[in-house]
């Protein structure tokens, strides 16, 4: 006797797949199809796109510019893709705290600036933002959540916008008393101040914008050469220092500070 092999009837088969309504996902895609003419747009990039001649292939034109244009319509920004990596710099610097650390954290309260922020503020304060500081001031610029708080960071301090203006380019006129003219154009940005005289920044348009240096203000002479001096942590080193040094409880208030917004 010859076996028949009975297969299972598919959906189609069995008139399951007949339905005719649309789901709000396919009308916003048919809607996109009639506003935005993808086939003229992707002729006219196509040529200048980038074209992988080893390793992983680049995204299609067409998928890129669809994401574009969502950025676009919904304003959307990387900002976004900051909130999804679960506070990834936070989380890093967590790490450094001491077995005795006694401050209370609030991590739902750590708050960065967005894109458009940063760019504002480095016109605002003529500095450029890169690397982990950026990355930083895209995550927690505005609050840390109780991690550190305004003592070092100046960042977190309450003070106006034209009050912390006029605090960063206080290291304008201690340059010019140590007669290092040059470092007026290299972008500087204070990070802390700790014991009310040691004034630690970066140098952000220089050719080491992740270094971390330090100014003295106890120095009598600013032309002495221990009034300013090269620390050898980076951003972020400095940062974990900060966290296992500063362990106090303070007084519990979360600080936010604020750098673009009157």
Not at 150 to 169: G, L
């Amino acid at each position: 006797m010859i076996s028949k092999r009975v297969t299972a009837p598919n959906q189609l088969g069995l008139g399951l797949n007949l339905s005719t309504k649309k789901t709000r996902k396919r009308e916003f895609l048919e809607e996109m199809n009639r506003v935005v003419a993808w086939s003229a747009l992707v002729a006219l990039i196509e040529p200048h796109a980038p074209r992988a001649r080893t390793g992983r292939p680049p995204f299609p034109v067409e998928t890129m510019l669809r994401v574009h244009f969502l950025q676009q319509w919904f304003s959307l920004s990387r900002q976004h893709e900051y909130n999804a990596m679960k506070k990834n710099i936070y989380e890093k610097l967590c790490t450094s705290r001491a077995s005795d650390n006694l401050r209370v954290l609030h991590p739902e309260l750590v708050e960065g600036y967005t894109e458009d922020e940063l760019q504002k503020i480095e016109r605002l304060y003529d500095v450029n933002f890169s690397g982990d500081l950026r990355d930083f001031m895209l995550e927690m610029g505005r609050s840390d959540g109780g991690l550190i708080g305004d003592d070092p960071i100046t960042f977190y301090r309450r003070r106006s916008v034209r009050q912390h203006v006029f605090f960063h380019s206080g290291m304008d006129d201690r340059f010019c008393a140590m007669k290092k003219f040059n470092l007026r154009l290299k972008g500087e940005l204070i990070i802390s101040v700790e014991s009310e005289t040691q004034y630690y920044f970066l140098l952000t348009k220089s050719g080491n914008p992740d270094l971390i240096y330090r100014y003295n203000d106890d120095c009598a002479d600013e032309t002495d050469p221990e009034a300013m001096t090269e620390t050898g942590l980076s951003f972020m080193e400095y940062m974990h220092r900060v966290v296992r040094i500063y362990k106090e409880p303070g007084s519990g208030v979360v600080c936010r500070g604020e750098m673009i917004a009157i």
